[in-house]
T-cell receptor, first 109, second 116 residues
Framework: GQSLEQPSEVTAVEGAIVQINCTYQTSGFYGLSWYQQHDGGAPTFLSYNALDGLEETGRFSSFLSRSDSYGYLLLQELQMKDSASYFCAALGATNKLIFGTGTLLAVQP | GAVVSQHPSWVICKSGTSVKIECRSLDFQATTMFWYRQFPKQSLMLMATSNEGSKATYEQGVEKDKFLINHASLTLSTLTVTSAHPEDSSFYIC????????????FGPGTRLLVL
């Protein structure tokens, strides 16, 4: 089967750096995406890694290691508004996205 | 980014009735749309892939006769929950993937369904 595992919850303080890990087991893997979802809202796209290495987009960075079937999302200079659920998602054949278990990030003052 | 809309944003219905949810890509042609379901505090579960002009492809465990999907045009896909029951109450989200938007799927705002 296909699965993407994430820690269920992470807590950090404003201004800190937090890393959310994602380990995956999928077939037909093309790349790893990350999405943010605030309570009651739809997922919003954060980043996509097709190749190994680090992709940086402002305060958010994402990393992929295909050989380790592992990726992470790095959030820097945390703000209260970053409190949300974060999902990794594997892109597979026919452009299907399989979502990870999700991580609830709580940013404290 | 690209815009995807869903209608209605929320719906309450009686058990046994059918509910239709529309998903529209507003500024691009979506060759493929996806339907997801999300229960509270859980992840998004892919229900089906909807391709314009062809039958939808359903994920394992999703009843195709209960969740009818139609993708009649390049900008519209509909999901009909037939004979809805309380256990069908969920957050239904569509996403669109299309020409010129290959970098990601764009998600609609979701439809919250409550079946009484």
């Amino acid at each position: 089967g296909q699965s993407l595992e994430q820690p269920s919850e992470v807590t950090a303080v404003e201004g800190a750096i937090v890393q959310i890990n994602c380990t995956y087991q999928t077939s037909g893997f093309y790349g790893l995406s990350w999405y943010q979802q605030h309570d009651g809202g739809a997922p919003t796209f954060l980043s996509y890694n097709a190749l190994d290495g680090l992709e940086e987009t402002g305060r958010f960075s994402s990393f992929l290691s295909r050989s380790d079937s592992y990726g992470y999302l790095l959030l820097q200079e945390l703000q209260m508004k970053d409190s949300a659920s974060y999902f990794c998602a594997a892109l597979g054949a026919t452009n299907k996205l399989i979502f990870g278990t999700g991580t609830l990030l709580a940013v404290q003052p | 980014g690209a815009v995807v809309s869903q209608h209605p944003s929320w719906v309450i219905c009686k058990s046994g009735t059918s509910v239709k949810i529309e998903c529209r890509s507003l500024d691009f042609q979506a060759t493929t749309m996806f339907w997801y379901r999300q229960f509270p505090k859980q992840s998004l579960m892919l229900m089906a892939t909807s391709n314009e002009g062809s039958k939808a492809t359903y994920e394992q465990g999703v009843e195709k006769d209960k969740f009818l999907i139609n993708h009649a045009s390049l900008t519209l896909s509909t999901l009909t929950v037939t004979s809805a029951h309380p256990e069908d109450s969920s957050f239904y989200i569509c996403s669109a993937f299309g020409q010129g938007r290959e970098e990601t799927q764009y998600f609609g705002p979701g439809t919250r369904l409550l079946v009484l």
